[in-house]
């Protein structure tokens, strides 16, 4: 899919695996602030709704003997923020990107989408790898960091905090993939059907090089 350059924006919000997972299971997301952010989705969907933007909502399922997101536990099942309002299309994946043996592709491309406004989990995982494909495909890409959250990792190399996780994940979108921005800013942005802003690589590192 190539996005030609001189039409405007014509989104779909991808809502990525807003489970019970992450909130009462065993991946239990810190930051930002849980209950902002599923207050925030919950102000995107009804923002879209009324904008006429068409909301894709996108579940994860892992194999039986995986200890997450096994299908049919109550940690599987969508939050009620989500499972409680409408949407346009369901996806259930079982890999990282909303794109990965779906027909999201196939259903973006009847509807003519040519931008992408992501929220959800996690910003490192399934947002990233969605994100990545999505401009790889030729989308615009937009990220409602606000309405989208990060679990804090551990392991041989070292760790790092949810909030680490998302701040770092985030900057590096903005410089290149993927506008960040709130959701208030979002649901103006959605009302005058205008782009949202973003850096460029170049952008990004003489800002950092000058601050030093």
């Known amino acids: 899919m190539t996005t030609p350059t001189n039409l405007p924006p014509k989104r779909a919000l991808i ?3 807003v489970q019970n997972e992450y909130f009462t299971g065993g991946l239990v997301s810190d930051y930002p602030n849980p ?3 599923l207050n925030n989705i919950g102000l995107a969907m009804d923002a879209a709704r009324a ?4 909301v894709v909502v996108v579940q994860h399922t892992v194999a039986e003997a995986a200890p997450i997101f096994q299908k ?3 940690e599987w099942d969508l939050h009620e923020v989500v499972k409680s309002r409408p949407h346009d299309h369901l996806i259930e994946k079982n890999l990282d990107s909303a794109f990965y043996e779906t027909d999201l592709e196939v259903w973006l491309q009847a509807q003519q989408i040519n931008t992408l406004s992501i929220l959800g989990y996690m910003t490192q995982n399934c947002n990233a790898a969605t994100i990545y494909q999505a401009t790889g495909l030729g989308y615009t890409v937009e990220m409602l960091g606000d309405a989208s959250g990060a679990v804090a990792y ?9 909030e680490e996780i998302h701040r770092v994940f ?7 993939v993927a506008a960040i921005c709130s959701t ?8 005058t059907a205008s782009e949202s802003p973003r850096s460029s690589v170049p952008e990004s590192a003489f800002a950092a090089r000058t601050a030093i």
């Open 15 to 17: 809502v990525i695996d």
């Open 35 to 37: 209950s902002m952010v």
């Open 51 to 54: 904008a006429g933007v068409p």
């Open 72 to 74: 049919g536990q109550a």
């Open 154 to 162: 551990k392991n041989a190399v070292g760790s790092a905090t949810a």
């Open 170 to 176: 985030s900057v590096v979108f903005h410089s290149n």
């Open 184 to 191: 208030e800013e979002w649901i103006k942005l959605i009302t």
